[in-house]
T-cell receptor
Framework: GAVVSQHPSWVICKSGTSVKIECRSLDFQATTMFWYRQFPKQSLMLMATSNEGSKATYEQGVEKDKFLINHASLTLSTLTVTSAHPEDSSFYIC?????????????FGPGTRLTVT | QQPVQSPQAVILREGEDAVINCSSSKALYSVHWYRQKHGEAPVFLMILLKGGEQKGHDKISASFNEKKQQSSLYLTASQLSYSGTYFCGTENPNYGQNFVFGPGTRLSVLP
């Protein structure tokens, strides 16, 4: 099956610094990737849709300038949390749609746990 | 618009059955079911696209009602490995709605 990886698995950073999270599709190409954020004991909330070769589409309430998304190639999307604050601490998960005919299925990366101190 | 899930949590003994419901106020294009274990990413279980559809795998099955506003996930003869949080995910492109996860149902199977 399709595999999506994320790096790093966890990161601890100081308030005010920026953190980059990578999402890679390992054995397939993904023109679209999704970025989610999940707080403890809560559901996954879609932050943005990353599109290869064009600008990302952000969900309402998500700051574009704070959460920078770059989909540089068909296998890599990155999320940069700029000027991170403790309230940005969360579990960040990316996913990519499966290949036709199973394009409805989302393959999730293992997630990145961000802790801002 | 986030779908509604019930119950919020359920505790079972191994071998017991459970039903998790997911509903929306508007007809949906599809319903997806995922299971997430603590600290891990969600894992796809199944998708339902047609009103009145029922499908399953092993002892986990799901249904989608005729109006496509309600789906149920059935866990039969539950195993310890079934423990986790179950999310339904819905989308409605007819209303411009992207994929949205429900709030989740926490299932604990005890020996």
């Amino acid at each position: 099956g399709a595999v999506v990886s994320q790096h790093p698995s966890w990161v601890i950073c100081k308030s005010g610094t920026s953190v980059k999270i990578e999402c890679r599709s390992l054995d397939f190409q993904a023109t679209t990737m999704f970025w989610y954020r999940q707080f403890p004991k809560q559901s996954l909330m879609l932050m943005a849709t990353s599109n290869e070769g064009s600008k990302a589409t952000y969900e309402q309430g998500v700051e574009k300038d704070k959460f920078l998304i770059n989909h540089a190639s068909l296998t890599l999307s990155t999320l940069t949390v700029t000027s991170a604050h403790p309230e940005d601490s969360s579990f960040y998960i990316c996913s990519a749609p499966g290949l036709a005919p199973a394009s409805y299925e989302q393959y999730f990366g293992p997630g990145t746990r961000l802790t801002v101190t | 618009q986030q779908p509604v899930q019930s119950p919020q949590a359920v505790i079972l003994r191994e071998g017991e059955d459970a039903v998790i419901n997911c509903s929306s106020s508007k007809a949906l294009y599809s319903v997806h079911w995922y299971r997430q274990k603590h600290g891990e990413a969600p894992v796809f279980l199944m998708i339902l696209l047609k009103g009145g559809e029922q499908k399953g795998h092993d002892k986990i099955s799901a249904s989608f009602n005729e109006k496509k506003q309600q789906s149920s996930l059935y866990l039969t003869a539950s195993q310890l490995s079934y423990s986790g949080t179950y999310f339904c995910g819905t989308e409605n492109p007819n209303y411009g709605q992207n994929f949205v996860f429900g709030p989740g149902t926490r299932l604990s199977v005890l020996p």
